[in-house]
C-alpha cells in the first residue's frame, strides 16, 4: 500500500487519519444541513442557585445537537469544529436570540424578574464583527431587561487578546448585560491584571471544586479565589458542584452561587420551565410563611 519504502513509517498512521478527515466532514457536513433546517440544535438549561439565600439565581444555557441517526452530540465534539468553520457564528447568533426568546417566556406575568440567563461566547464568535448587533437585535425583539442576559467568556480568551477584550466586554456591560470569565483557574491570567477586566462574575472551574475535598491546599485554593472575587466586588459560581458537603463547605466560605449536578443537570426548555416553577413556589411559600408569622 505504500508507494515508497521511505514512507513505511508514517503508513499505520495514513488510515486513521483519513478515517478522522471523513469523520470530520460528515460531521461538518451534518452540521451545515442542521443549520439550515433549523430544530435540531437546543439549548439546555442548567439551574444556578443562590445558596447563601436559597433562592433560585439564573441558568447557564447549553447547546446540544439532536443529530436525527447520531443521538445527542456534546458541544465538546461539535463546538470546536463549529469554531474552526466559522460556523460558530451563525449558531452562536441564534443561541443569543433563543436565550433571549427563553428570558421573556420566564418573566412573570405583570412584571417581576426573570431569572438571569448565561450564553456561552466562543472566541471566535468573539473576534467577528457583529457579536454587540447579535445582542442588541436579541434585546430589541424581545425586551428583555438587559440584566437578565448574561455572556460568558472563558479566561483564556480573554488573555488572548487583552485590549479588545477589555473594549468589547465594556460595550457589553454599556448596554446592560451581564459578563462572566468561564473556567476561571484553567488559564494563565495574571491576577495583578484581573481588576481591569470588566465582568460581574468569576466562575471557577470545577477541577478546583473537585480537588477542594482532596487536600487543605485543594479547599484553601478555591477560598483565595472566592476572596479574591470578593474584593474586587465581583460575584462567584463555583462550577461542576456534585456534593451536599461541597455546597455547604462553600456556603461557609461565602460563595454565593453553585451550579452543577447537587442541583441539576441542564434541563431542556421545557423541564427548566419546571423547574424555576417549582422554585418560584418554594419561594412563595417561604414568602407566606414568613408574613403569616
Ligand atoms: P462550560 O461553559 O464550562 O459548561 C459547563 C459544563 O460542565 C457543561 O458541559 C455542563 O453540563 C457540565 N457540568 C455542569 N455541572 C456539572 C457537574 O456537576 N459535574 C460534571 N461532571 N459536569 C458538570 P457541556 O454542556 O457538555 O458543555 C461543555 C462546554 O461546551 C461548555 O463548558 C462550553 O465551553 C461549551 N458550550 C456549550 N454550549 C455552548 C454554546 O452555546 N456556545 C459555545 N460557544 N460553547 C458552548
Ligand atoms: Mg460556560
Ligand atoms: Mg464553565
Ligand atoms: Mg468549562
Not at 464583527?129 to 479566561?155: F, Q
Amino acid at each position: 500500500k505504500a508507494k515508497t519504502t521511505g514512507r513505511n513509517k508514517a503508513e499505520p498512521f495514513e488510515p486513521a487519519m483519513h478515517a478522522t478527515a471523513v469523520k470530520r466532514f460528515d460531521l461538518e457536513a451534518d452540521l451545515r444541513r442542521a443549520i439550515a433546517k433549523g430544530g435540531e440544535l437546543e439549548l439546555f438549561y442548567q439551574p444556578i442557585i443562590d445558596i447563601q439565600n436559597d433562592r433560585m439565581h439564573g441558568y447557564e444555557a447549553l447547546l446540544r445537537w439532536r443529530h436525527p441517526t447520531r443521538g445527542l452530540v456534546s458541544p465538546i465534539d461539535f463546538i470546536p469544529l463549529a469554531e474552526d468553520t466559522g460556523l460558530i457564528v451563525e449558531i452562536g447568533r441564534r443561541c443569543i436570540l433563543e436565550a433571549a426568546r427563553q428570558i421573556a417566556a420566564w418573566t412573570p406575568p405583570g412584571g417581576g424578574m426573570p431569572p438571569q440567563v448565561a450564553v456561552n461566547v466562543s472566541g471566535r464568535q468573539f473576534a467577528a464583527e457583529g457579536l454587540l448587533d447579535d445582542i442588541e437585535n436579541a434585546l430589541r425583539i424581545t425586551e428583555i431587561p438587559p440584566g437578565s442576559l448574561k455572556l460568558e467568556v472563558t479566561e483564556s480568551l480573554v488573555m488572548d487578546n487583552p485590549e479588545r477584550t477589555v473594549d468589547l466586554l465594556k460595550r457589553i456591560m454599556a448596554i446592560g448585560c451581564k459578563v462572566s470569565i468561564d473556567d476561571f483557574g484553567t488559564g494563565y491570567s495574571s491576577l495583578s491584571h484581573l481588576h481591569r477586566f470588566p465582568f460581574n462574575t468569576l466562575k471557577i472551574d470545577r477541577s478546583f471544586i473537585v480537588r477542594m475535598a482532596d487536600s487543605r491546599e485543594g479547599f484553601e485554593i478555591v477560598r483565595v479565589i472566592a476572596s479574591m472575587a470578593k474584593v474586587l466586588e465581583r460575584d462567584v459560581v463555583a462550577e461542576g458542584v456534585e456534593e451536599q458537603n461541597q455546597v455547604t463547605a462553600l456556603r461557609d466560605m461565602g460563595v454565593e452561587f453553585v451550579q452543577g449536578y447537587v442541583f441539576s443537570k441542564p434541563l431542556p426548555a421545557a423541564e427548566a420551565t419546571a423547574f424555576l416553577e417549582k422554585w418560584r413556589q418554594k419561594e412563595r411559600d417561604r414568602g407566606a410563611g414568613v408574613a403569616a408569622s
